[in-house]
């Protein structure tokens, strides 16, 4: 008889757990979340890379780096390369009006203003792209989603506030960076029904091939240098992670969320971006955050919290 009950108890216990992490599953989204903290340890890392790089042949290198990372994945899963004739311009715009707006802008960006305002600014592709996509008639925006999305970019703001400062900030730079975050949204929403049909792995590659050939060209004398005077191990490796990793796997990961939550759903997680840059500073470089930077770590959960559409369980769609 105790055997039984205790039999009884461990299944009850299975089962309230089962529960609980249905109801999580309907909540955060594994692959952004993987995706944001991928993007979060590259801020230490590509400054590693800066050391032994010149900033612009890091920058030309990675996109190729990617590809190639991305060409292996498709060979070994034995998947071809190409897409429909009848698919090419929608995703030559994605890659260019979207994927090299986003990473040329963003350079460029970053060059001419503080790393706060670039932190910040960069937050509001979701707050840019959730408007847009509405009045287009794309994706209904709904309270609760525009709530969080508010939410999350006030949470930002309290997030950088310690961290930024007027130097070096120009009106050209925010406005290159406010350009980059108008191609993040294009990133997320334009390639969708291509990830649909060809799979993550396969379109981000062919992005991120269009963004190399845009950030090779004025690369090229600095690409000389590199051969000539070749950086260090730890350069390398900043390479390869914000590449192979940052690059590839992150934006891939990236493309499979947006495809399964939806695009405002998924640009709320651009969010907290900066937040875990923050937290892993804190171990890696000894950066430790404020009380303020963990109140507004704390209210961009929140708000991405608010921005998700609750998903149906699996019981409901059976």
């Known amino acids: 008889m105790d055997a039984q009950r205790a039999g009884a108890a461990e299944a009850a216990k299975a089962g309230r757990l089962a529960t609980w992490t249905k109801k999580v599953a309907r909540v955060i989204d594994l692959p952004a979340l993987v995706a944001v903290a991928i993007w979060g340890a590259a801020f230490p890392v590509i400054k590693v890379g800066y050391e032994g790089f010149p900033p612009l042949a890091y920058a030309a290198l990675r996109p190729v780096l990617s590809v190639l990372a991305l060409l292996l994945v498709l060979g070994w899963q034995h998947q071809p390369v190409l897409v429909e004739r009848r698919d090419w311009p929608r995703l030559l715009l994605a890659g260019y009006a979207g994927m090299a707006v986003f990473q040329a802008s963003f350079l460029y960006g970053l060059a001419r203003t503080s790393a706060g305002h670039s932190a910040l600014l960069l937050c509001a592709s979701p707050l840019l792209g959730a408007p847009l996509l509405a009045v287009a008639g794309v994706v209904p925006l709904t309270r609760r989603a525009a709530l969080g999305l508010l939410c999350g970019f006030l949470g930002v703001g309290l997030v950088v506030l310690d961290r930024s400062s007027g130097a070096g900030v120009t009106l050209l730079g925010d406005a290159l960076t406010l350009l980059a975050a108008l191609g993040w949204v294009g990133v997320t929403v334009l390639p969708q029904p291509l990830v649909a049909r060809y799979g993550a792995v396969r379109i981000t590659m062919w992005m991120l091939a269009a963004s190399a050939t845009v950030l090779l060209p004025p690369a090229w004398r600095e690409l000389i240098q590199i051969v000539r005077h070749p950086p260090g ?25 947006a495809h399964r939550l939806g695009t405002v759903a998924t640009l709320a997680y651009f969010y907290l971006q900066p937040v875990g840059a923050i937290l892993l500073a804190w171990p890696l470089l000894g950066e430790r955050p404020s009380w303020l930077q963990l109140l507004g770590g704390g209210i961009v959960c929140l708000g991405v919290a608010l921005a998700q559409s609750p998903r149906p369980s699996a019981d409901a769609s059976t």
Request: aromatic share 12%; no cysteine.
């Open 233 to 257: 191990l730890l350069p390398w490796l900043s390479l390869l992670y914000s590449s192979v990793i940052a690059m590839a796997l992150a934006n891939a990961l990236w493309q499979q969320a």
